[in-house]
């Protein structure tokens, strides 16, 4: 993968940062230097350069975006299809996809979806009135804005409807959890497709499941062809049932038993927003033949009887018939042949001179009715009073009208067309915006009342916070300081002490890790994260959990996990060692081993002092021996197995090694400078030390003569002072004496 971040193309677009990694394509968030403005840039993989397949690909979703405008459709702004590097320039949108949204609520409410729902009809209605298939409409291709608007995007996989498309032969393109059952066999596809994909966005949504689900791709396909999903209000009983029959209206196996348009569906959905509790005159049920459906068309009274069935005489079983009237009939046949032949004769004459010769039998032109300033979402999109116009959908902003309304119209009103005729409509998009206010923070009554103040409708969720006090507002959906459209509901998450959703942590120490993760799967939670720490336990056994067992965990928490790394622990310790007394020396060299190897040298003072050894091992016993000029002076064993460490076959210098350092002859000098020489020789005789030898040396200070200026060996400084010497060394006094003497 060639990594753009950080490089400038086609000396205009500053790639910033990858916000996203597709099946063919990566995404960037870029800086557009010439239009000032943050996009999102999308390049095909430089492996897929040279396959034509996904080349065209990443055409089609261009062509395809590029003739589509509609607010809940992602922007194309740009595009190139160079050799080297095709992308396009996209809208860049700060949000999160609507599978995304999903998996963090699990289920979606009724009002939330149907508010969703209906952007994403709309969009597709724009779509598949220019004539484009999405094909592979989910929630990964749907992405959530802070204020609640959505944006349908990539169109990789689009199609015009008026062109065959086979999903099979094209290496099964899509997800096979939301295609409807014509994709799944490789039948042909056109716009009831994606009502199928909607149909399962919302089962999805309102149950937080998927309809078919399997280990295997191929499986869920042949669910999607055979199987009949279970209704929605069986896994979530406060589902209305309108919303429930809309939604297995829309996933109905045969397209022809589908809603047949985008539309068409946004009627129903606008019904159900208006009564909530409306049951719709169509349904649904299941039996040994293929699903049959009940719509409006079936409920009229139809006659029993065969048309042609005669009246059986029931005593002889025979029909009734009057021979009288019978021969009458029978003579009036001939004659009422040769009247017919004529009226038809003269029939023909009329209409051969009526089609070729007036405008009588040419075909009715029909007369444009008057759109402006209707709703076209209420009044104009799926009204039976305009099926004889092909309807095109255009949106632009207009601030002196309503919103939704149309505001222009081609061809005019009163305008003389064919059935068929292809009428655009311009509608206002244009939506009066409000910012919604901060109320983080306040008490429920206070944050609502400012709500409705400011124009808007509310709703609330309670959420679980142990900081907050309880009753106050944490967050708002859109959030505060958003632009969101007047009227809407804005939901108020509402602080609680309550935990509902929280679950108990299971004991999982002493578990591999794999055995941990599904005890913790069972219960609803999940694994956080997971380090090692060096323990003579098999490796991936659980030495901690955090939280441990027995302890609530809440929602959106984890449960952290240590784990055995199979290895003995490092421990580290010191050793002390008594250093000899050695006579005559000051210091010696202190080596010492580990298992023969080193892990101490220095020079130390041999003064019968204590030198500690530091050493480190693991899950084994080790040797140590100290040496002093390669003389051994200690030796042990180490047991890192056990903690704190043992010792054992310790042996020392006082029992082992005595013999090599040590001498019986010696002494500590003792300091005798400032004392008289007599006084000096005695004292350093009570020491042991008698050969002393005096020197004299010239003083001008009388009360220094006769008296010990120095001694040698020194003994004045250092850690000399507590140095041993033999006591036959040689002492020398040097004793101050007068100039005359």
């Not at 965990?553 to 580290?572: F, M, Q, R, W």
């Amino acid at each position: 993968m060639e990594n753009y971040t950080g490089k400038r193309i086609d000396d205009r677009y500053e790639i910033h940062e990858i916000i996203g990694v597709g099946g063919m394509a990566y995404v960037y968030k870029a800086y557009d230097r010439i239009d000032d403005r943050i996009v999102a840039v999308k390049i095909l993989r430089e492996e897929y350069l040279a396959n034509e397949a996904f080349r065209r690909r990443f055409k089609n979703e261009c062509k395809f975006i590029a003739v589509l405008s509609h607010p809940n459709i992602v922007k194309v702004y740009d595009v190139s299809f160079g050799d080297r590097l095709q992308y396009i320039v996209m809208e860049y949108i700060e949000g999160i996809t609507l599978k995304e949204y999903i998996e963090r609520q699990r289920v979606i409410s009724p009002k939330e979806a149907v508010h969703f729902l209906t952007q994403i009809l709309r969009a597709l209605q724009h779509a598949h009135d220019k004539g484009i298939v999405h094909r592979d409409i989910k929630p990964q291709n749907i992405m959530l804005l802070q204020n609640g608007t959505i944006k349908v995007t990539d169109f990789g996989i689009a199609s015009f409807s008026r062109s065959e498309s086979r999903t099979i032969s094209e290496g099964a393109i899509g997800s096979v959890h939301y295609i409807s059952p014509e994709q799944a066999k490789g039948d042909f596809t056109d716009a009831k497709a994606d009502i199928y994909s909607v149909g399962v966005m919302l089962y999805e949504m309102l149950t937080g499941q998927l309809p078919f689900q399997s280990d295997s791709a191929v499986s869920v396909a042949l669910m999607q062809v055979n199987d009949e999903p279970v209704p929605p209000r069986s896994i979530n009983g406060s589902i209305p049932v309108g919303l429930e029959q809309i939604t297995m209206r829309a996933m109905q196996k045969d397209p022809k038993l589908r809603y047949q348009s985008a539309a068409e569906m946004l009627l129903d959905l606008d019904e159900f927003k208006r009564n909530p509790s409306i049951k719709f005159d169509y349904s649904y049920f299941v039996d040994n033949e293929p699903t049959k459906y009940i719509d409006r068309t079936m409920t009229s009274n139809q006659p029993l009887v065969p048309k042609n069935e005669e009246r059986q005489d029931p005593a002889r079983g025979k029909p009734r018939v009057n021979d009288e009237y019978a021969t009458r009939n029978n003579k009036l046949i001939p004659i009422l042949s040769g009247v017919l032949a004529g009226l038809v004769a003269v029939s023909a004459l009329i209409f051969s001179y009526l089609f070729f010769f007036t405008d009588v039998m040419k075909v009715s032109k029909l007369e444009v009715p008057n759109f402006l300033n209707k709703n076209y979402e209420t009044e104009i999109a799926g009204n039976d009073a305009y099926s004889d116009f092909r309807i095109n959908v255009i949106y632009e902003n207009d601030s002196a009208s309503p919103y939704g309304v149309v505001v222009k119209q081609d061809p005019e009103k009163g305008t003389k067309v064919q059935s068929g005729q292809t009428v655009t409509l311009t509608v206002n998009q244009n939506q009066k915006t409000v910012t919604v206010p901060d109320v983080y923070g306040q008490k429920y009554v206070d944050a609502t009342e400012q709500l409705k103040a400011a124009g808007f409708a509310t709703s609330y969720e309670t959420q679980y916070d142990a900081t907050a006090e309880e009753g106050t507002v944490l967050s708002t959906l859109p959030e505060r300081g958003s632009e969101t459209v007047a009227g809407t509901a804005i939901v108020l998450f509402v602080a609680t002490r309550t935990d509902k959703d929280a679950v108990l942590a299971p004991e999982v120490v002493g578990y591999s890790e794999s055995d941990a993760r599904e005890m913790i799967k069972s219960v609803g939670l999940s694994v956080g994260s997971v380090t090692q720490r060096d323990d003579v336990s098999a490796a991936g056994t659980v030495l901690e959990q955090i939280p441990a067992q027995g302890e609530a965990v809440h929602k959106n928490e984890t449960i952290d996990l240590i784990v055995s790394s199979g290895k003995a622990p490092n421990v580290a310790t010191a050793i002390a060692v008594k250093l000899p007394y050695m006579a005559g020396t000051e210091t010696g060299e202190l080596k010492a081993y580990l298992n023969s190897a080193v892990v101490a040298t220095e020079e130390v003072l041999l003064n019968g002092g204590t030198y500690n050894v530091e050493v480190t091992g693991s899950g084994k016993a080790d040797k140590l021996i100290v040496k002093i000029d390669n003389k051994d002076i200690y030796s042990c064993t180490i047991n890192f197995t056990t903690d704190p460490i043992a010792l054992s076959d310790v042996a020392t210098i006082e029992d082992a090694f005595k013999n090599s350092f040590y001498t019986d002859a010696s002494s500590i000098i003792p300091s005798v400078v400032g004392l008289t020489d007599e006084k000096a020789k005695q004292t350093l005789k009570d020491a042991g030390f008698n050969n002393i030898t005096i020197e004299t040396e010239i003083t001008l200070d009388p009360k220094k003569i006769g008296v010990v200026l120095s001694q040698m060996p020194d003994i004045s400084s250092g850690l000399n002072r507590f140095k041993r010497y033999p006591t036959d060394t040689t002492i020398i006094l040097v004793v101050g004496r007068g100039v005359l003497q």
